[in-house]
């Protein structure tokens, strides 16, 4: 301890020592913690520091530990071993480590969100930033008000699973609802499932902030879900994980055969891929290979173990060939201009396909011409 003694005066050590008053100790605590965090210490003196804290760390005195808490919250000299005591400590001891703290693992903070109550979890959650780990355990067992601050953290960063764990535990409050609403990014499971929960003013602002069209919230108003589902998988951008929209799907109950022939139909062939494997049980790999490359009896033998009705068959497979044949050809690559041509060419082929799939897929059509003829008009307007 020589080497720190060296930093302080004598009557700072012997106010740490001696003096029998904790309002005095708790300010020679300050003092002492603020200079040994502002020095440039060796690591003989590091060492050293770090064993003063130990010592103030086990002072009978909660002022004197909050004293300590206080002024070394962000302070990496902070040894973790006195950290984690001073997490269990009293409440005014253990937030401001909580909240601030950098020494920390994620596996400490998961850890105190499962065992630690709900003044500690809050005080995780309003950390500046919060990884996976620990906002899944927020997730998973943290009380609302926690799940709020931390959803509501831009800086916090969740899993899938987290963040649907959240809408399960939480979808029906409505705080939850807003402030998931406002978050910058959402799964599409989440924003698929949430919107079918929200107010009609929170409709309107997933419409504002993520993607989804006017007509996409009044569709879902009017129950038609399978419409508004692939609108909500157009625009948040579910290609990038279908995987995760088709499980959701299929574990809500959603996954319907004429969802899956409209989707097909509009060219998303990886989803219609993903919603055959889970239907089926088999590795998406295996289901690629049966749709592509094993002919018409492998596309047969997958469809049918996915459980698809047998009088659409004839349907679905003229939808595939419809999209092979566009690939094929090289089709221009623009993503609008692929499913205009893929409801087109397939429309043509397929008079006796279910009358309410033709309506939908003929409605989509003339959709996405007035975008494109509205876009087109914009740009000009623009040049």
């Not at 020679?28 to 003989?44: D, F, G, I, N």
């Not at 692929?338 to 087109?344: K, V």
Request: proline residues 4%; hydrophobic residues 45%; negative net charge.
């Amino acid at each position: 301890m020589t080497a720190s003694r060296s930093l302080l005066s004598e009557t700072d050590v012997a106010r740490l020592v001696r003096s029998d008053n904790a309002d005095d100790r708790a300010v020679a605590t300050h003092k002492v913690c603020r200079l040994m965090e502002r020095s440039e210490l060796s690591e003989v003196e590091r060492a050293a520091a770090q064993e003063i804290i130990r010592l103030l760390a086990d002072d009978a005195a909660e002022l004197v530990r909050k004293s300590l808490a206080v002024t070394l919250r962000t302070s990496s000299l902070l040894p973790h071993d006195v950290a984690v005591r001073l997490s269990r400590d009293v409440q005014s001891v253990a937030v401001p480590v909580l909240s601030y703290s950098p020494v920390f693992t994620d596996e400490d903070l998961a850890e105190i969100i499962r065992s630690g109550g709900p003044v500690r979890q809050i005080a995780v959650a309003r950390r500046e930033t919060l990884s996976e780990p620990v906002t899944t355990a927020l997730a998973q067992h943290g009380v609302e008000e926690a799940v709020v601050i931390a959803c509501a953290n831009t800086q916090a960063v969740f899993s899938d699973s987290g963040m649907t764990a959240v809408l399960d535990r939480f979808g029906d409050s409505e705080v939850v609802q807003n402030t998931l609403v406002n978050r910058p990014h959402l799964p599409v499971s989440v924003t698929e499932k949430l919107i079918h929960l929200v107010s009609q003013s929170l409709k309107e602002q997933l419409v504002s902030r993520h993607a989804i069209q006017p007509e996409t919230a009044v569709q879902i108003t009017e129950a038609t879900q399978e419409r508004a589902t692939l609108d909500v998988a157009d625009q948040t951008g579910a290609s990038r994980d279908p995987a995760a929209l088709a499980r959701h799907l299929v574990i809500a109950g959603r996954m319907t055969p004429s969802l899956i022939l409209r989707a097909l139909a509009r060219g998303h062939m990886v989803f219609f891929e993903h919603a055959l494997a889970e239907l089926s049980g088999v590795p998406h790999d295996r289901c690629w290979l049966m749709v592509h490359d094993a002919g018409a009896l492998g596309l047969r033998a997958i469809y049918d173990r996915a459980g698809l009705p047998a009088r659409m068959f004839q349907t679905f497979r003229i939808a595939v060939d419809t999209y092979h044949a566009l690939a094929s050809e090289n089709a221009d690559p623009d993503v609008m201009r692929f499913q205009a041509r893929m409801i087109e060419r397939f429309l043509t082929q397929v008079p006796f396909a279910p009358r309410e799939d033709l309506i939908y897929l003929y409605e989509r059509l003339d959709r996405d011409a007035r975008g494109r003829r509205r876009g087109a008009k914009s740009g000009l307007q623009a040049a």
